[in-house]
Nanobody, 126 residues
């Protein structure tokens, strides 16, 4: 069965960096569309970054463009989110999930179309 495990979260000062791994089992990160989401207290879950490995395409929320990078590593079947120049508004629980590669939905990171959510990892920026 599919299992996603996020890690790498923590507390960091504004301007700092973190890299979040999402270890996958039961699904290949190199052949499946996947994405990263975050949820701040009292707010809805929002898409941060997504990728379609078949076409090498990546998508980012406007709020993180130029600061965050989504990538994959096929040697350990892991999806990554590199986060640089972190801001306090980046604080939240970060999740990875799998998408059925529907182009428009993936590009817009429609939450309801993603599945197999991990348990999340907390990122706090102060």
């Amino acid at each position: 069965h599919v299992q996603l495990v996020e890690s790498g979260g923590g507390s960091v000062q504004a301007g700092g960096s973190l890299r979040l791994p999402c270890a996958a089992s039961g699904v290949q990160v190199t052949t499946n569309c996947m994405g990263w989401f975050r949820q701040a207290p009292g707010k809805e879950r929002e898409g941060v970054a997504a990728m379609d490995p078949a076409y090498g395409r990546t998508f980012y929320a406007d709020s993180v463009k130029g600061r965050f990078t989504i990538s994959q590593d096929n040697t350990n079947n892991t999806l990554y989110l590199q986060m640089n120049s972190l801001k306090p508004e980046d604080t939240g629980m970060y999740y990875c999930a799998v998408h059925p590669c529907l182009e428009a939905s993936l590009m817009m990171m429609v939450t309801e179309d993603f599945g197999y959510w991990g348990q999340g990892t907390q990122v706090t920026v102060s």
